[in-house]
């Protein structure tokens, strides 16, 4: 998803874990050449709890249904992406999948992503290589 470069964004992101690994999306910024790693979820839309939106978010980008959530950090986010600043609010929650058969799973495409992104299993041994965002989930894998 773009980002608002002139308004504060309100993210729920999911933090879903599993013998040692957590799911995330890899990402590279253009301008500084570092990879990261996001975890999944996106924008609260008006009159929605963080919690439905994290349920929304799963459904639309994994196609996967969620436990109850449990809220771990809300952490404010303001940082330079390509050259361009953002600004969010960041409410992250553990979370974990409704189907067992999901943590098989090597790869999930992001379905609203029109085929462009996936997510995968990261180890915390790959935070060496580049930074997790939010950086307050790192404490919590």
């Not at 029109?114 to 919590?140: I, M, N, T, V």
């Amino acid at each position: 998803m773009p980002i608002d470069h002139k308004n504060i964004r309100v993210l729920a992101l999911a933090l879903i874990k599993d013998h040692g690994r957590f799911l995330a999306c890899a990402g590279f910024n253009k301008l500084n050449k570092k990879r990261h790693f996001r975890l999944l979820g996106g924008g609260v839309e008006f009159g929605e709890s963080g919690i439905q939106a994290l349920r929304r978010e799963i459904k639309e980008e994994l196609g996967l249904s969620i436990f109850a959530s449990k809220l771990i950090s809300i952490e404010e986010n303001r940082f330079v992406f390509n050259g361009l600043p953002g600004h969010e609010i960041v409410f992250l929650y553990q979370t974990s999948f409704r189907s067992k058969s999901a943590y098989s799973r090597d790869f999930f495409p992001i379905l609203d992503s029109g085929g462009d992104f996936q997510a995968e299993w990261f180890r915390r041994a790959d935070l060496k290589k580049c930074h997790l965002y939010p950086r307050s989930a790192e404490k919590y894998i």
